[in-house]
């Protein structure tokens, strides 16, 4: 169970270290606009991003006609989002304690977060709640199979001080049924295959970074890093 000070814990980390790094970025990447492209059609679909952080994944959904929403628990990322999406509607609320009417979404996502959730059920749960009957989820989370990860080369991103649970695929499939979804089918996820990931440091880790982002696409679903999770409800 998330306590107070958990809650104001992640808060003050969010809004003064995560999101003032996530915000630098203005562009979508080639990836994220091949997922949305798997969305389509969007006109007039109703999203709801849950911890949409500075709302980059939203405003490309945005320019492909969707009604857009977010929640996220950093004031500062929702002041963001209002900001520069003025035509979305974005609350400061956790996943656990979505702030909008049952029934409500065609679509709903939540994009490399739900690894970082205290209570992952509840949120599972209070996304189905807001989402129609025939409404899609796509779920990003990280794989503890990825190959590099088994071998000891990384132990995780910037949010383990605060939470990050990683788990097989195998383990997410049975988290997503228990809480009443069922996987369609599973994307890799290559936003690595950039040159803005390859060289984000010291040039000399280049030629390895580049391997590795070059291995994801050949790699099996079970050795990736993240893993997109194209669900529906089950009943």
């Not at 199979?145 to 499939?173: H, M, N, P, S």
């Amino acid at each position: 169970m998330t306590t107070l000070k958990d809650y104001e814990k992640a808060t003050a980390f969010y809004n003064s270290e995560y999101y003032s790094r996530e915000f630098a970025l203005k562009n979508t990447s080639w990836h994220d606009r091949t997922i949305a492209s798997r969305l389509s059609p969007l006109e007039g679909r109703e999203v709801l991003d849950v911890a949409c952080g500075g709302g980059l994944w939203l405003k490309l959904l945005a320019s492909r006609g969707a009604r857009i929403a977010g929640v996220d628990i950093a004031d500062r990322a929702i002041g963001y989002c209002r900001d520069t999406l003025p035509q979305g509607e974005f609350h400061v609320a956790a996943a656990e304690q979505l702030p909008f009417e049952p029934q409500r979404f065609d679509v709903v996502t939540c994009m490399g977060s739900l690894e970082h959730f205290s209570d992952k059920s509840m949120a599972l749960k209070e996304m189905l709640r807001v989402a129609k009957p025939d409404a899609k989820f796509v779920i990003l989370v990280p794989n503890a199979g990825f190959a590099t990860r088994r071998i000891g080369l990384f132990r995780g991103t910037l949010q383990t001080v605060i939470r990050e649970d990683v788990y097989t695929l195998a383990e997410w499939d049975r988290l997503l049924r228990e809480n009443g979804m069922v996987v369609i089918d599973r994307w890799r996820d290559l936003h690595v295959l950039s040159w803005n990931w390859i060289c984000q440091k010291s040039p000399w880790l280049w030629p390895l970074r580049a391997a590795q982002a070059l291995a994801l696409t050949i790699w099996p679903v079970s050795w990736q890093y993240q893993v997109y999770h194209f669900c529906k409800k089950s009943n």
